[in-house]
């Protein structure tokens, strides 16, 4: 069989079983599996797939079928034009989340050395995706599962500006020093959004995404534990859900935050709230 076959035979597996983008998802297995990118099928497609490479990739495709995510598969996955290792038991960074890292440029821009905080880093995308902009920042990555704080500490070290912190969001703030600027995607999906996930989205820590009834519970606990630690001209940053800019809003107003403003996402959606100290 050759690669272009095995590629094509993909395609139609993963159609079959309902999977979203067959081609796409058949692309990227099959250049994983032989290097064989789609730009390079007209041309090395027409080689032979060496039997194990075919018996890997099989192995693969089944998984996807069952709707396993991609990106764990692939074990990386691209996030503000960065590498970031991915798998179990860590959330896989997405789009949206790069208007939040803009955001926190923007309001960075004209302060020299700041320090700043992701908080619920996860992969450590947000705190990454800021350093490689700003070589200057000191960051400091908060992550209380161990399990995700093993990738952010893979993926931030190479950029000597972010500090991996092991800790609970809840407990953290006074041994943190004073800061520019919070940044944070924290979990925020209620209980009844938790019970109607995508197949996709199961398989990723529940840790990463269920907040409480309502899914406020991280905005209203750093918007209040976390405002004495922001220097004054200093700002706030949330990624919000679908229809929680509202609340977020009112949560920063109750804790004293100001000059409250929104970012919509690329589909046109709310997906930042942002505040002044
Ligand atoms: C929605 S994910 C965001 C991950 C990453 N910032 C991103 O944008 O892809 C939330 C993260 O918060 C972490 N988390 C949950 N509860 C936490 C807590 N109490 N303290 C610190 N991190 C927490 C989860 O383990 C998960 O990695």
């Known amino acids: 069989m050759t ?3 095995a590629y094509l035979g993909t395609v139609g597996y993963l159609r079959a079983y309902g999977v979203e983008s067959p081609e796409f998802d058949a692309s990227q297995l099959v250049e994983a599996v032989t290097g064989v990118s789609r730009g390079r099928m007209p041309l090395d497609g027409q080689k032979d797939i060496p039997p194990a490479q075919w018996k890997k990739l099989r192995a693969m495709i089944d998984r996807r079928a069952q709707k396993y995510p991609l990106q764990y598969l692939l074990g990386e996955w691209e996030f503000f034009g960065l590498p970031f290792s991915v798998g179990e038991g860590v959330l896989i ?3 949206d989340t790069e208007t939040l890292v803009e955001t926190g440029l923007k309001l960075l821009e004209g302060v020299s050395h700041p320090v700043v905080y992701d908080l619920c880093s996860g992969s450590g995308c ?3 995706a800021v350093a490689s902009q700003r070589p200057d920042a000191l960051i400091y990555a908060v992550e209380v599962s161990q399990e995700a704080f093993s990738y952010l500490t893979k993926n931030t070290r190479p950029f000597p500006g972010v500090r991996p912190v092991l800790a609970d969001i809840f407990e953290a703030a006074p041994q943190l020093p004073s800061c520019h600027l919070i940044l944070s995607n924290p979990p925020y999906l209620s209980d009844e959004e938790m019970n109607r996930l995508q197949t996709e989205v199961t398989y990723e ?5 269920r907040a409480g009834e309502n899914g406020l519970a991280f905005y ?11 220097l004054p001209q200093g700002h706030i940053a949330f990624e919000v859900g679908y229809r929680q800019s509202g609340l ?3 949560l920063l107003r109750e804790n004293g935050w100001r000059h409250i403003e929104k970012k919509q996402d690329l589909n046109g959606i709310e997906r930042v709230v942002y505040a002044s100290a």
């Open 3 to 5: 690669i272009r076959q």
């Open 93 to 95: 960074p997405r789009p």
């Open 126 to 128: 947000i705190a990454a």
């Open 205 to 209: 820590p529940e840790i990463a995404l």
């Open 220 to 230: 209203r606990s750093i918007a209040k534990a976390y405002r004495p630690n922001v």
């Open 248 to 250: 977020a809003e009112e």
